[in-house]
């Protein structure tokens, strides 16, 4: 079964602090791996991908991918009210295949 | 910013009618998805397509569904005969071919409810 598993969370952060969500995946042919955004009701919104193993730093957004252990994580740092969302981890195989998205782990930045 | 566009953004339906969700893909895209999420569920993956054919295609994917590309611009999700199951928000996606080809940018989707 190819899955991708995260924590439902909510996972609580106070504003400023780093928050820290994980995923972890079953296919080890999966290839790229991305991290996205979900506000209520709205779409998907990408944050950022990864291909290689190690770090991957955009912003305040750092993505850490490790294929031995098939887990990869999103670091948030000075978290903000406004990150306050649902965050979504997804894997693909090859490109162009489709993405298998994990549950969602929802965070909650408090002022 | 390039974006994707999506119509309706609420369609009502009896079960057992026919559904066309429209969706205009960015303009240099070659690839093309449907997803859905049933509320409070996963994003599901339902199609891809890619020069005029489905490239792939899940298990949710069945003969109630079919997708076209009737012009160069518009992307169809055609649900044959609706079932109250098919209620959720439909999710067109488009990517760039190559090294980018996964990195997706969904429109803002479509609900659809089943009465």
């Known amino acids: 079964q190819k899955e991708v598993e995260q924590n439902s969370g909510p996972l609580s952060v106070p504003e400023g602090a780093i928050a820290s969500l994980n995923c972890t995946y079953s296919d080890r042919g999966s290839q790229s791996f991305f991290w996205y955004r979900q506000y209520s009701g709205k779409s998907p919104e990408l944050i950022m991908f990864i291909y290689s193993n190690g770090d991957k730093e955009d912003g305040r957004f750092t993505a850490q991918l490790n294929k031995a252990s098939q887990y990869v994580s999103l670091l948030i740092r000075d978290s903000q009210p406004s990150d306050s969302a649902t965050y979504l981890c997804a894997v693909a195989k090859n490109a162009g295949n489709m993405l298998t998205f994990g549950g969602g782990t929802r965070l909650m930045v408090k002022p | 910013e390039p974006e994707v566009t999506q119509t309706p953004s609420h369609q009502v339906t009896q079960m057992g009618q026919e559904v066309i969700l429209r969706c205009v893909p960015i303009s240099n895209h070659l690839y093309f998805y449907w997803y859905r999420q049933i509320l409070g569920q996963k994003v599901e993956f339902l199609v891809s397509f890619y020069n005029n054919e489905i490239s792939e295609k899940s298990e949710i994917f069945d003969d109630q569904f079919s997708v076209e590309r009737p012009d160069g611009s518009n992307f169809t999700l055609k649900i044959r005969s609706t079932k109250l199951e098919d209620s959720a928000m439909y999710f067109c996606?488009?990517?760039?071919?190559?090294?980018?080809?996964?990195?997706?940018?969904f429109g803002a989707g479509s609900r659809l409810t089943v009465l």
């Open positions: 996606a488009s990517s760039e071919y190559g090294l980018g080809a996964n990195v997706l940018t």
